[in-house]
């Protein structure tokens, strides 16, 4: 999923891209509003998030520019002003969703995917994540769409980082898996592998899918090999 941060303060900007890209989205940046336009048409990105105060082209101008191409893509207006008025003629405008500053970082990526779920639902199909569609790993059904599994009624968020881990783990089931080999799938080929980054990512993702992270039964540790899902 490609998410397009158009932002003119430099360290809100930069820390929006350091902490999604933490999280596995592919992230391109503009520092105005003419920039952001640009990187919509090069790039064709499936979320935008806007700062709404810009120079040369506002967040709102953005928005109408962006809604005459193309209606359906998610847009969040991330912007200091906080008026009701403002955020009326954020959505009027055509915007999915709107975030006043100060907002934590982790609240922009909940909302992102949710207006990313939104549209998947109302567009019936699995967009992005690589063309993954639903696939079963253990007793977890992954929903690469939605960015999220199931287990039983039991939602269970993603990251698309986690879903790229987890299908390689489910095609490979049996066969141990070195470092390198999760590296790829997760981070990409153009990152040089970092151990204590891969082993940090499956501690926390097994807190979240595992029943007993302590003793895993999904992603187990093959020592001095790497991991295996038996």
């Avoid at 509003?33 to 040369?56: H, Q, V, Y």
């Amino acid at each position: 999923m490609i998410v397009l941060i158009a932002e003119d303060d430099i360290y809100t900007r930069e820390g929006l891209v350091d902490i999604l890209e933490s999280e596995g989205f592919k992230v391109i940046a503009a520092k105005n509003g003419r920039e952001a336009i640009e990187l919509f048409k090069s790039e064709s990105p499936d979320c935008i998030c806007l700062d709404i105060m810009m120079p040369e082209i506002n967040g709102y101008d953005v928005c109408k520019a962006i809604r005459k191409e193309d209606l359906q893509v998610p847009v969040i207006f991330l912007s200091a002003k906080s008026e009701e008025i403002d955020k009326v003629l954020g959505l009027e405008l055509g915007a999915d969703d709107y975030i006043s500053k100060p907002f934590g970082v982790r609240e922009v990526i909940a909302r992102i995917r949710a207006v990313t779920r939104r549209l998947n639902y109302l567009k019936g199909n699995s967009s992005d994540q690589n063309e993954i569609t639903k696939f079963n790993i253990s007793d977890l059904i992954i929903l690469p769409s939605e960015l999220k599994a199931l287990r039983g009624n039991l939602e269970i968020e993603l990251s698309p980082r986690d879903i790229r881990i987890l299908k390689l783990f489910s095609e490979n089931q049996g066969k141990v898996l070195d470092r390198d080999n999760i590296y790829d799938a997760g981070w990409g080929v153009s990152h040089m592998p970092n151990s204590r980054t891969l082993d940090q990512h499956i501690s926390q993702l097994r807190k979240r899918i595992e029943e007993n992270p302590g003793q895993p039964e999904i992603i187990c540790t093959v020592h001095n090999a790497g991991y295996r899902y038996i």
